[in-house]
């Protein structure tokens, strides 16, 4: 089984005052940490999808894995991952965890957890004592519906919502809180 990490990294960072790929965390872009973190968990291989200051994040890391750029990052979070799930769709992947850039508390060993449920049917979330979130398995078999229904900053969420999930426990190992301001 093939499974595809992506990273969503496309927004601007209004509330932040620039985007988020671009803030340095620890040493490193928070954009090549979420990278990182997929490939070391072992996602076969790692897409991100950019948008505002693309050719910036590009050019401040060179060592990104393969990219794909939203024309449409101003409309909200899912356009971004309707543009990373169609540029996987071209490949054997069987299913995709997607990592939010801006959640570097969100370790390999969280993905990991999560990817050991991967299967073209699968929906897995991570899971925070009573509360669901980051990492999140999607299984081939639900790309077109999390696309058809991934509108503004909602992403997966409905879908989600509508269908059976699997809640995987990360919250020993993981912290989803998203960095939002400096």
């Given at each position: 089984?093939?499974?595809?990490?992506?990273?969503?990294?496309?927004?601007?960072?209004?509330?932040?005052?620039m985007?988020?790929?671009?803030?340095?965390?620890?040493?490193?872009?928070?954009?090549q940490?979420?990278?990182?973190?997929?490939?070391?968990?072992?996602?076969?291989?790692?897409?991100?999808?950019?948008?505002?200051?693309?050719?910036?994040?590009?050019?401040?890391?060179?060592?990104?894995?393969?990219?794909?750029?939203?024309?449409?990052?101003?409309?909200?979070?899912?356009?971004?991952?309707?543009?990373?799930?169609?540029?996987?769709?071209?490949?054997?992947?069987?299913?995709?965890?997607?990592?939010?850039?801006?959640?570097p508390?969100?370790?390999?060993?969280?993905?990991?957890?999560?990817?050991?449920?991967?299967?073209?049917?699968?929906?897995?979330?991570?899971?925070?004592?009573?509360?669901?979130?980051?990492?999140?398995?999607?299984?081939?078999?639900h790309?077109?519906?999390?696309?058809?229904?991934?509108?503004?900053?909602?992403?997966?969420?409905?879908?989600?919502?509508?269908?059976?999930?699997?809640?995987?426990?990360?919250?020993?190992?993981?912290?989803?809180?998203?960095?939002?301001?400096?």
């Amino acid at each position: 089984m093939t499974v595809a990490g992506l990273v969503l990294a496309a927004g601007a960072g209004r509330r932040y005052g620039m985007p988020k790929a671009l803030v340095r965390y620890e040493g490193r872009l928070l954009v090549q940490r979420a990278a990182a973190t997929l490939h070391e968990a072992g996602c076969a291989q790692v897409t991100v999808v950019l948008g505002a200051a693309a050719d910036e994040v590009r050019a401040a890391a060179p060592d990104l894995p393969a990219t794909v750029v939203n024309p449409d990052w101003a409309t909200g979070m899912g356009s971004s991952l309707r543009a990373g799930l169609a540029a996987l769709a071209a490949t054997d992947a069987t299913a995709v965890v997607v990592l939010l850039v801006d959640m570097p508390g969100v370790p390999a060993a969280a993905v990991r957890r999560i990817l050991a449920h991967a299967a073209p049917g699968a929906l897995v979330m991570g899971g925070y004592g009573e509360r669901r979130g980051h990492p999140v398995l999607l299984g081939r078999d639900h790309w077109a519906g999390v696309s058809a229904s991934a509108t503004g900053d909602r992403g997966a969420r409905d879908y989600l919502r509508a269908n059976p999930v699997r809640i995987v426990p990360v919250g020993d190992v993981a912290d989803d809180t998203d960095i939002d301001f400096p």
